[in-house]
């Protein structure tokens, strides 16, 4: 039988930790092994992983960021596929029985990622959106359902999984993933022998504080950073881009910056938003609406800035 093994990094989440690592324990396909790599916890994550037994395996590391943790969990794999799962998520019960059936039906596939729902505290779905729109602004920002936006360039295929008719997308995805990312490690399944080929997870690209779900402009100024040297890194890559790729680097390039723009500003960061909207410009966008509206923000005094964003705070409520 296909083997799997699940790494679930984790850091001071002992009180969520019980929860994920039984959904994964409780899979239609029992995994071979659950690593949690405990990236320096102070918390009670050892004894949670105790009580749990076998095959959950607790591995203990300095505190090191996410990625870190991630790279032992995959030093230490021994099944066929890797599955990647968050300390605070949990997984529908036949999430794994469904990857795997994909993989056997379109058998040139290495990777796989699946759709997902935002639930509460209490486990309740929130409110729409969900799932890859929620998730990613790549579909908000082209205003584009998930399903049209992947079939623009990869393959339909009705694979049947887990007692249903399933929807799969697969082909390259290289071009795909200039427009704006749609992939996170919870969602993911892969060969292990992938990871042995392509290297490991970049822990440079850490971000401070978001292992406790710091979601605050600060974070979101390195995230989007973090994106910009990513979609770089994937442009030498395969150079000479074709035409295709090209284009979608470029928008890409220029919606990531103007993220960065808003994202410095949000932060009262002025000099460093004109900075972004200007690199934005000259990446090949030009001016546009929200650009000029970034620019004009820019400039103005820090009181009124804040006053803005007061503003803003006060209509979304």
């Known amino acids: 039988m296909t083997t799997v093994s699940v790494v679930i990094p984790t850091y001071n989440r002992a009180q969520w930790l019980r929860y994920a690592v039984c959904s994964a324990l409780q899979q239609s396909h029992r995994p071979l092994e659950i690593l949690v790599v ?10 949670v992983c105790a009580q749990l037994g076998m095959p959950v395996r607790h591995i203990l590391q300095a505190h090191a960021g996410a990625a870190v943790a991630r790279n032992r969990g995959l030093h230490e794999a021994t099944g066929d596929f890797v599955a990647f799962l968050d300390s605070d998520d949990l997984w529908e019960p036949r999430k794994l029985e469904v990857h795997l059936a994909v993989h056997r039906a379109v058998p040139q596939v290495g990777w796989s990622i699946s759709d997902c729902r935002f639930i509460d505290a209490e486990g309740r779905p929130l409110a729409p959106p969900q799932g890859f729109t929620r998730a990613y602004p790549v579909f908000r920002d082209l205003h584009v359902a998930p399903q049209q936006w992947f079939a623009r360039s990869m393959t339909h295929t009705a694979v049947q999984a887990a007692g249903a008719g399933r929807s799969v997308y697969s082909g390259d995805a290289f071009e795909l993933l200039f427009e704006g990312n749609f992939v996170t490690p919870q969602c993911t399944v892969l060969e292990r022998r992938l990871c042995e080929q392509v290297g490991d997870f970049d822990p440079a690209m850490w971000v401070v504080g978001l292992e406790q779900h710091n979601t605050s402009p600060r974070n979101t100024v390195q995230l989007v950073r973090n994106a910009l040297t990513s979609v770089d890194r994937a442009a030498r890559l395969r150079a000479p881009l074709t035409a295709t790729a090209q284009r979608g680097y470029q928008r890409g390039k220029l919606r990531l910056l103007l993220r960065l723009a808003y994202a410095h500003l949000s932060v009262l960061e002025r000099a460093a938003a004109r900075q972004a909207v200007i690199a934005g410009w000259r990446s090949g966008g030009g001016p546009s609406p929200r650009s000029l509206a970034i620019f004009a ?21």
């Open 38 to 47: 405990d990236d320096g916890s102070t918390d009670d994550t050892k004894d």
């Open 297 to 317: 923000a820019s400039l103005l005094p820090q009181g009124a800035l804040r006053a803005l964003h007061r503003l803003k705070r006060m209509l979304r409520r």
